[in-house]
């Protein structure tokens, strides 16, 4: 087996934030410091508390095998639509309770957001008061571009990182600007503003500046042939799309089990009840669109309806996110799926999982980080297929079909870590 040669995590690496003020952020940066100071542990988290088998048999854990960033070498920053501080932020967004936030006080307060690229038409119930003023989409690159590098600069990062932990944008689909770098760009410096969304110029900027990009909405956003070229250009890791935190979380560890046993499926009905800002954006019909197209590819994909008509060739799947504001954070989801067995003779599963929303998301965001961060000091580039594993809705060619099996992709993943060390797969499955 070759070996991927893969640099060494040299120097500090910042963690730029799209949406550093939202739950999802604001809960992995608590976590991540809570964690190097030894108070809490990072549970969920793959990089850091997952094991992998070698060929010699033996067990080690992930980041004992590769050379991932340790936890202390890394300095949050970020860009949102509001001023507060992290501190200031997670307290508002009440996921994590005082006395946990309190143990990492005086780092949270010091990140303090720049102001985000922020384009009202792409998010309706949103109203930023922190932004921007941008004549055009490509003058808008230009300051997040300028902003990466003052942040390399200021707090002294070999390395640059860029995530997308921001509200989901409304829907579109791909056009004629998105089919090409020449395109795209032709599109910023023109300013056209309805192809051109606020997350492309942010996946842009990081490119432009060699810093992986990781889009954890649904948005088309890097999705793009535009976008592939130019991080294959750039030689710089793209990743997304939408974190697989909860009830998709679900059903491709669900749907595997029928297929496997040969177990018919004719409906699968998911409803959500949400509250946080997520929740607020998502109440709008063209931001849910996004999700929605992300949460109903899953089940197809594994299923081969096309492979196997009489199982699953009429299945009927329904998708649902309610605004509840109550709930906050706390997202409740329930799953009805009618299945059916031997001489078609019908069961139905019911699902009721009431998850913790950015929870789920935080050790998601947090490995995404620092897996992009190593494939850039692989030398890997373009879309991280490996990464799938964390993502609702992979991003892949047009050559190519997505994997949605859980079981699979954790393959992938392993799979792409072994190749780093040279290591060959045990003769078993692992």
């Known amino acids: 087996m070759e070996k991927i040669e893969v640099k060494e995590a040299n120097g500090k690496l910042g963690i730029l934030v799209v949406g550093v003020g939202g739950a999802v952020a ?11 100071k030894g108070l809490a542990k990072p549970i969920g988290s793959i990089s850091q508390l997952a094991t992998m088998r070698l060929e010699n048999g033996e067990e080690k854990a992930i980041k004992d095998i590769v050379p991932l960033t340790d936890l202390n070498d890394i300095v949050f920053g970020g860009w949102d639509i509001f001023p507060d501080n992290a501190y200031e932020a997670a307290m508002y967004a009440e996921v994590l309770k005082e006395k946990d936030l309190n143990g990492v006080k005086d780092e949270l307060e010091a990140i303090k957001p720049m102001p985000a690229a922020f384009d009202h038409n792409w998010a309706k119930r949103l109203n930023g008061t ?30 640059i990182s860029v995530l997308w932990a921001a509200s989901t944008e409304i829907y579109i689909p791909l056009s004629d600007e998105h089919m090409s770098l020449a395109a795209l760009e032709k599109a910023m410096k023109e300013n056209n503003t309805e192809a051109v969304s606020p997350s492309m110029c942010y996946a842009y900027a990081a490119i432009a500046e060699g810093a992986p990009f990781i889009m954890g909405a649904p948005n088309l956003c890097v999705d793009t042939p535009a976008m592939w070229e130019f991080s294959k250009k750039m030689n710089v890791p793209i990743s997304g799309k939408d974190f697989k935190s909860g009830q998709t979380l679900m059903k491709t560890v669900l749907a595997p089990m029928f297929k496997t046993r040969m177990l018919g499926v004719s409906g699968w009905f998911s409803t959500n009840i949400l509250g946080n800002r997520d929740g607020e954006v998502l109440d709008d019909p063209a931001n849910f669109k996004t999700k929605e197209v992300s949460k109903l590819s899953v089940i197809d994909n594994i299923f081969e309806p096309e492979k196997y008509p009489d199982l699953y060739g009429d299945v009927y799947h329904k998708v649902r996110i309610n605004y509840y504001p109550p ?40 490995d995404l980080v620092l897996f992009s961060d190593l494939a850039l000091r692989a030398g890997m580039c373009g879309i991280q297929t490996w990464l799938s594993f964390f993502c609702k809705s992979p991003m892949h060619d047009f050559e190519h079909q997505p994997v949605h099996d859980l079981f699979q992709q954790w393959r992938m993943v392993k799979q792409t870590l072994r190749d780093m060390i040279g290591e060959k797969a045990p003769n078993y499955l692992d």
């Open 26 to 36: 604001t809960t992995m940066i608590t976590g991540t410091l809570a964690a190097r």
């Open 130 to 159: 922190h932004i921007k003023k941008a004549a055009t989409r490509w003058d808008m690159v230009e300051q997040l571009r300028q902003d990466i590098r003052d942040f390399k600069a200021a707090n002294n990062c070999e390395r």
């Open 327 to 366: 709930r906050k954070d706390n997202k409740e989801a329930w799953d009805n799926i009618d299945i059916f067995g031997w001489m078609g003779y019908p069961m139905e599963i019911k699902v009721n999982f009431l998850c913790r929303d950015s929870i789920l998301a935080a050790p998601i965001a947090l």
